[in-house]
């Protein structure tokens, strides 16, 4: 019998924590077609923080759901089979997919291949089937043992990074001849700021705030950066399109005001500063969009074809890493203080953005 621990956040105050140890399940408890994975290691960035504050808007507390008012927040993590009940699923195979802060999760493979599976679970059927997939590290072309840091870290912000790139590029900038880019120095935002600065078609601004401007102006990857008291200094004459990484409703509404109707494309990717500044209604220039990536992504398979989208981004994700590999440090938090203590500092925007965080509970499987 296993032991299970869940990190848990109030859905309606998501700084209020707490950990739920329980007893775990073991085969015996396991119905025909499942199989449990211990949560080995995963990531824990921005983009978690996103999937809390926007945990009713885009459902991201129900791929997990938890009691009484509180969620699991998703991460990206790898997972090994401890037990099964499946015919195709061998107990000891890795894979790389979404799991809750938890040690364990229990999943009904659906749709099983030499590459993986989905979950079949019935709760999350009619949630977007990008979230549902589970990755075998033994048939995945990105993956090797070494890298396992980087791809937890960057594969799921790099690949919207990926997309939000290739969504700009397939609307012609809608006519900007510059991207603006908040939180900068986040890693989706600097992925992207990437792949914009090697088309070479718009000129790509990063915003961010004074403590992080040097990190983003070393990074080398935006033709311009300053800080979020620049932006009624902004060049209103070029058309602008709003890549927003921060989600912070006082800085929209300020570039907004300054661009008005030279502004032709706004989207919210993140919510890095979800604490800083509520939205302000109506706004000059685009409409503010929802940028969600799976949408993108689906419509790029269907143009392209599986493989193709697969070796453009493998491209893309072979200059990134190398890109970014001596960029940053890599920090590993163990243990449920540990948790704790990069969750809190997360929520309050106090990790230095050279610096990334694996995340593992310290308990056996």
Same mark, same amino acid.
């Given at each position: ?14 700084? /209020? ?34 999937? #809390? ?26 997972? *090994? ?13 890795? =894979? =790389? ?23 079949? &679970?019935?709760?999350? %059927?009619?949630?977007?089937? /990008?979230?549902?997939? =589970?990755? #075998?590290?033994?048939? *995945? ?6 890298? +396992? ?14 997309? !939000? ?13 510059? /991207? ?6 986040? %890693? ?13 078609? &718009? ?10 401007? *040097? ?32 989600? @912070? ?12 109707? @030279? ?60 890109? !970014? ?13 540990? !948790? +704790? ?17 694996? #995340?593992?509970?310290?308990? +056996?499987?």
């Amino acid at each position: 019998m296993t032991k299970t621990i869940d990190f848990q956040v109030r859905r309606d105050n998501i700084a /209020v924590t707490r950990t739920v140890s329980l007893t775990g399940q073991s085969e015996a408890d396991l119905t025909d077609g499942e199989v449990l994975l211990h949560l080995d290691r995963f990531a824990f960035t921005a983009n978690n923080i996103t999937y #809390a504050v926007a945990g009713d808007m885009m459902s991201y507390w129900n791929f997990f759901p938890a009691a009484d008012g509180w969620g699991r927040i998703p991460v990206w993590g790898f997972g *090994d089979v401890i037990a099964s009940r499946h015919g195709s699923i061998e107990v000891g195979a890795r =894979y =790389y997919g979404y799991f809750p802060m938890s040690t364990h999760l229990t999943i009904k493979p659906d749709r099983v291949t030499d590459q993986g599976f989905s979950d079949g &679970c019935d709760h999350r %059927k009619d949630l977007h089937a /990008v979230y549902n997939q =589970y990755t #075998a590290t033994t048939n *995945d072309p990105i993956y090797t043992s070494a890298s +396992e840091d980087l791809q937890l870290l960057f594969r799921p912000l790099f690949t919207t990074a990926f997309l !939000i790139d290739d969504f700009l590029d397939d609307n012609a900038y809608f006519g900007a001849d510059q /991207v603006i880019v908040s939180s900068a120095s986040a %890693k989706t935002a600097f992925g992207t700021a990437r792949l914009l600065s090697a088309r070479k078609s &718009c000129q790509v601004i990063g915003l961010t705030s004074q403590a992080n401007k *040097d990190f983003v102006t070393g990074l080398g990857c935006y033709d311009k950066v300053g800080t979020y008291e620049d932006v009624e200094t902004l060049d209103t004459g070029a058309a602008a399109a709003f890549v927003d990484i921060a989600g @912070n409703g006082s800085v929209r509404a300020r570039l907004h005001h300054h661009f008005k109707g @030279n502004l032709k494309y706004s989207c919210t990717v993140g919510a890095s500063h979800w604490n800083q500044g509520a939205d302000t209604g109506d706004l000059p220039g685009a409409k503010p969009m929802l940028f969600f990536a799976p949408a993108q992504g689906q419509k790029r398979n269907q143009d392209w074809g599986p493989a193709v989208f697969q070796e453009r981004f493998m491209a893309a994700w072979i200059d990134f890493t190398g890109f !970014i590999a001596d960029q940053i440090s890599i920090d590993h938090d163990i243990g449920t203080a540990a !948790i +704790e203590t990069l969750y809190q500092a997360m929520l309050a925007g106090n990790v230095a953005p050279d610096h990334a965080h694996i #995340a593992g509970f310290d308990i +056996e499987s």
